[in-house]
């Protein structure tokens, strides 16, 4: 079952990714997120693909595929009392056309019904991304120094949405960038993510909770 596209005819679907999607997920990272990285760390492309290589945890991770394209990328996973938004990243071509908009609020959704929080940390200079999660719900929370900490309760308090959604930018991480492995199950702020979406970062494994379920049917991935 797919999801209706923002744009009229557009299909939203997901499937797991695997082994032979490492470097479209690279290639969305760099294209969409690597210039938050740089900009915030000074890390440049060969030093953010080596760390990526090493780090990136592909099993947490969907790739979108809208009109039977592959688009971007997809990550969440549920904690022990919230499910956690890690990543959601674009192409340009897929940007700004409500596909982001669509899969988080497909994500909200699933966790108003299941009556869990979602939470996700943004880059604190991405006021942009910030505005965004704002509107969906999301209430700062927290800081760490590089991000603020955002939580959306059940039921939110969402606002409209009038700016695009993919807007250069997001970023939850957990206390890095994407695939940045936890540190006692922590992760210290090494890196981040930026642009068409939010960035994942090193989290414990899964212990128990639920997931988005119904209507997602993503073969592989576990609750969708």
Known sequence: MGLDGGDVGAVIHLRPAGPGDHDFLWSVQWRALGSYVTEVFGTGEAEQRAFFDEHHDISRSRIVVVDGVDAGV???WPRDDHW?????????PFQERGVGRRLIGRLLADADEAGVAVRLQVLRSNDRARALYERLGFRVDGDTGTHQQMERRPGGD?????????AGGGGPTRRGWRGCPPSG????ARRHDRGG???PGGAPPTRGGTGPG????????PGW
Do not use: F, K, M
């Open 214 to 221: 119904r209507g997602w049917r993503v073969a592989g991935a």
């Open 185 to 188: 199950g922590g992760g210290s």
């Open 158 to 166: 969402p606002r409209p949405v009038s700016a695009p959604d993919e």
């Open 197 to 199: 979406g939010v960035g």
């Open 84 to 92: 956690y938004l890690g990543t959601i990243g674009l192409l340009s």
């Open 74 to 76: 997809l990550a969440w």
